[in-house]
């Protein structure tokens, strides 16, 4: 059972976007019914850990260019606890397309009270389609 813990995502102009699964191809650990769907315009999200002691955790961000943005549409950074973790990051360069899904995964966040993801645009919207946020 997954405990109830808040989330805060905030954007200017912050949008929702969905597929259904069958239109999707996955590499890697990524999982269909996660990236078919995501927020668009995303600049930051802050998930509370629940009061958790302060310890290290793996972060899996899910992403799946969901808009038909060609490569070099779509470009951001993320930065996860103020640190860089992807720069120039393109969804469809890094899969090949749009409608496939992909995961990141940052080991050794050191969290406590919240972990907080930032993602600053090159050029277009940054857009995510899932978190996962597991205790090492």
């Known amino acids: 059972n997954s405990p109830d813990l808040p989330i805060k995502i905030s954007g200017t102009a912050v949008r929702s976007i969905r597929h259904h699964a069958s239109r ?3 590499h890697g650990e990524a999982l269909d019914w996660v990236a078919a769907s995501g ?3 995303i600049e930051s999200i802050e998930q509370e850990l629940g009061g958790q002691p302060q310890r290290l955790y793996t972060v899996h961000l899910t992403f799946a260019e969901l808009e038909d943005a060609a490569v070099g549409e779509r470009v951001f ?4 606890q103020g640190q860089p973790v992807l720069e120039g ?3 469809a360069a890094e899969t090949g397309g749009s409608l496939r899904g992909i995961v990141k995964s940052f080991t050794g966040i050191r969290g406590d009270s919240t972990i907080q993801i930032r993602f600053r645009n090159t050029r277009g919207e940054a857009t995510l389609s899932g978190l996962q946020i597991v205790p090492e």
């Open 24 to 26: 999707i191809t996955t």
């Open 89 to 91: 990051f393109d969804i």
């Open 39 to 41: 927020i668009v315009g």
């Open 77 to 80: 950074d993320v930065l996860i």
